[in-house]
């Protein structure tokens, strides 16, 4: 996987992560910028990509399984009453260019094509701060501009029959090891009881490392959280959890999340005292 036009993102002087605008992938992988690795300020990776359980995870980053029935989280496409199935549906999200590029973030437009169409026009707005010298910030923004003359509509297997399956939105694969990661929220300590709801923040605390995801606007925090830790470590937020997500020609939907990634395994209060700093204007 290799591109010609990349940015990594400094903390302190020192490299946190590495964002791929370019990358060269299979159409069923649903092509898309990423980032990956993300470190932690000691160094320890804190993603994955295209792991052997799920080849189309890539990194942090923005997918979404059905945008007007194009694909563009990767892999199979569920279909109502039939399940799981392959399709040649799959779209691509183009990098523009960047309207801004420094050593702590940037700023890009992208283009989400399907079908020799371009669907939706983003501007993604990225940003690293340190927060501790064991812990930093990635501010995460993105605009998706209805680029169409008619409406779209993003939904996710969720709205399409399975029942669960609510993924679509940002999303963050974690680094997979030998033991699950835990997962706790203000008032919740598991996968079941976290999964498909709502929560000021979540966290996810791995053997050495947590990661801390709040939705940074009110609007953001409505969507509920879609959480893995047994089959695969990921979180992500629901864009369309029970219903389709239509936008009309030239709306624009906007949802911020920021992420603490810290080294060590943060407890309950830790973790919302750093998140707090984080999303704190």
């Known amino acids: 996987m290799t591109t ?8 302190a002087g020192r490299p946190v ?9 299979p159409d069923r992988l649903s092509p898309r910028p990423y980032l990956h690795p993300v470190t932690t300020l000691s160094g320890t990776a804190v993603t994955e990509l295209s792991p052997a359980d799920h080849t189309h995870h890539l990194g942090v980053g923005v997918a979404v399984p059905d945008v007007e029935g194009h694909n563009f989280w990767g892999g199979r496409t569920y279909v109502r009453d039939r399940g799981p199935t392959e399709l040649d549906n799959h779209g691509a999200q183009r990098h523009a260019g960047f309207q801004l ?7 890009e437009e992208l283009r989400w094509m399907a079908a020799g169409a371009e669907l939706l026009h983003e501007r993604r707005t990225v940003a690293a701060t340190e927060l501790t010298d064991a812990a930093w910030a ?6 998706l501009t209805n680029a169409t003359a008619s409406t779209l509509s993003i939904g996710s297997p969720a709205t399409n029959g399975r029942p669960g399956a609510a993924y679509g939105g940002f999303f963050w694969r974690a680094r997979k090891e030998a033991a699950a990661p835990d997962v706790l929220t203000p008032d919740a300590e598991s996968e079941a009881d976290i999964h498909g709801r709502t929560a000021d923040w979540l966290a996810l605390v791995g053997a050495t490392w947590t990661l ?9 925090r409505r969507d509920p959280w879609f959480v893995r830790t047994g089959e695969y470590p990921g979180v992500g ?3 369309a959890h029970t219903e389709r997500l239509p936008i009309e020609p030239g709306d624009t939907v906007v949802r911020r999340i920021v992420t603490v990634v810290a080294d060590g395994r943060l407890d309950r209060d830790t973790a919302a005292s ?7 204007p």
């Open 101 to 107: 590029r420094d050593p702590d973030g940037f700023v």
């Open 212 to 220: 801390v995801f709040a939705g940074a606007t009110e609007r953001t």
């Open 4 to 11: 010609n036009d990349t940015a990594v993102l400094r903390v």
């Open 17 to 25: 992560g590495r964002y791929v605008t370019r990358p060269e992938l």
């Open 138 to 143: 990635l501010d995460f923004t993105f605009s």
């Open 274 to 280: 750093l998140i707090r700093k984080a999303v704190s």
């Open 237 to 239: 937020s629901s864009l």
